[in-house]
């Protein structure tokens, strides 16, 4: 009898673990949009994406037999979940993910995240991504505010073979509700470079155009994010969780469990640097190895820090 006590106490316990995280997170949010400093979309329930996410992170890996929770901080959880939640976005919907960085979580916007926060982003109306094939007729110029603006494209559909070395470039097109249309153009090279800050390049080679409409789409969103007149606590978040060239975003091209593995391989080699105090925690810190990069890995700015001044009682 004692033993099957205690096995349904070890049954509640982690339930409710679950449920005085969510809530805590939950309530920062629900007084963050009382108070006005953010905008959430009307069918976003940030309760029910925040429930969904931490039972992502409490899934058991097959690789390690180890939860994703479970190596690292409660602090970073906190701080990572909000990230999710202030964007108005969800994991059950691919809109973003949770990577470790050390001992730290980081969650980082998808490339369907991406579209969804600039189209939630005052005045924004639509925005899409083409690929330029060689062979294809492209057209710019510069319009009556001395804007680069598009023309022309004209289309061979002969010319889109899939292969990386027929692209010539992409370009993404931002339109606001009055119409404004706002052009960002990146060639072959430009977006080349974009790919080497990824330690492998095989999601790359395998759908460069896809990769190639991404690329593109982030340039484009980090202008105009950046110029946008939205709360301050949004525009931090977004910046916050720029996905890089690790992200999955061909989510129906069947090879998305490699991809995940390469993000956690190469993600876990790098340490976060988040400035804050580490309470007493049964945590386990993950191991890493660090290695010089050129690119740092996404760090979490004072103002979230401050979001949780009174700190994640988990």
Not at 84 to 96: H, R
Not at 259 to 275: F, G, M, P, S, Y
């Amino acid at each position: 009898m004692t033993n099957q006590v205690a096995q349904q106490q070890n049954q509640v316990e982690p339930k409710e673990k679950q449920n005085a995280f969510v809530t805590k997170v939950a309530d920062k949010i629900a007084e963050m949009k009382q108070q006005g400093q953010i905008n959430l979309p009307d069918n976003y329930s940030a309760v029910n994406a925040l429930q969904a996410a931490y039972f992502t992170l409490t899934e058991v890996s097959f690789s390690d037999k180890t939860a994703l929770i479970d190596k690292v901080t409660p602090e970073s959880v906190a701080f990572a979940l909000q990230d999710m939640a202030i964007q108005g976005l969800s994991v059950a919907k691919k809109q973003g993910y949770f990577i470790p960085y050390g001992n730290k979580l980081q969650f980082l916007r998808s490339y369907h995240g991406t579209q969804a926060v600039l189209k939630r982003l005052h005045g924004v109306k639509d925005l899409w991504a083409n690929v330029i094939w060689k062979g294809e007729e492209f057209e710019v110029e510069y319009n009556e505010r001395g804007q680069l603006a598009f023309k022309a494209h004209k289309v061979n559909w002969k010319a889109a073979t899939g292969k990386k070395e027929d692209i010539e470039g992409a370009y993404c097109i931002i339109e606001r509700e009055d119409g404004t249309q706002f052009l960002t153009v990146m060639t072959i090279d430009e977006i080349l470079t974009a790919w080497t800050t990824a330690k492998t390049q095989n999601v790359q080679n395998k759908y460069p155009q896809e990769m190639a409409k991404r690329t593109v789409i982030n340039r484009a969103s980090k202008a105009f994010i950046n110029t946008s007149d939205d709360s301050d606590l949004l525009i931090e978040s977004v910046n916050r969780t720029m996905e890089d060239e690790y992200e999955p975003t061909v989510k129906d091209m069947g090879d998305i469990e490699e991809v995940k593995r390469e993000i956690e391989q190469n993600a876990n080699t790098e340490e976060l640097d988040i400035q804050e105090q580490q309470p007493k925690s049964s945590v386990q810190e993950a191991e890493f190895v660090e290695v010089q990069q050129q690119n740092e890995p996404p760090k979490h700015q004072e103002q979230q820090q401050a979001s949780f001044a009174d700190g994640p009682n988990f």
